[in-house]
């Protein structure tokens, strides 16, 4: 069975201060790995150091919120891998959806990344999913298809242990809006059937794939009892140490069964 995994993405928000204090607050009720249930919090890139040391002997992993390809050099305002190491990063989200149609990064952009990511031993979390032009246009699992082949260009099956997918509707971030269980399960399905087809089946079944869209503690356990759902990408709910326990909760309750 796979594990579920529960991550925050606190985006631009926080201070050192109040970064430090939800990290604590979550590191305080993080479920024993025991339970089947990962945990891990994604601070903005000058929290990272601050936070580590809030979660240090908790279950809690840390995540970056992007990275760029590149070791060193003349990058003014990136972060490379190898930094994100140094501070003691286990991942890092990369293509997430306002990374995409915010700050306009392509496939081949998040595929470098990806890459480097890899190459380094860094967990990456890829984010995929459709706007809602393209859901209302019956091209989700096109646009699905598109993103994951792009993105996961070049990654053999060994390194494509190290990832984690996330499937975000972006007409379901931040507005309030939620895919329903049947949605999120379709696309989670396509997805899996997808690394089955292009991979091997082993390597689709074990993948963990992530739905973030709205994620809240009235929902999360309906969502992640999903049969392909493993777990969630929170955003919002992330920011409140109990929010975002009671989607850990609500998970640790799946994984219970």
Known sequence: MRRILVAGNWKMNTTAASGVELARGVAAGAPAAETGVDVLVAPPFPYLVPVKQAIEGSVVQLAAQNA?????????????????????CDAVILGHSERRHVLGETDEDINRKVKASLAKGLK????????????????TET???????????????EALGNVVIAY???????????????QAESAHAHLRKWLADRYNTESADAMQILYGGSVKPANAKELIGQANVDGALVGGASLSAENFLGIVTAATEVAAG
């Open 68 to 88: 760029w390809f590149e070791e060193s050099g003349a990058f003014t305002g990136e972060v490379s891998v190898d930094m994100l190491l140094d501070v003691g």
């Open 124 to 139: 990456v979390i890829l984010c995929v999913g459709e706007l809602l032009d393209d859901r209302e246009a019956g091209r």
């Open 143 to 157: 646009i699905l298809d598109e993103q994951m082949a792009g993105d996961l260009d070049g990654i053999d099956a």
């Open 168 to 182: 975000e509707p972006v007409w379901a971030i931040g507005t309030g809006k939620t895919a329903t269980p049947d």
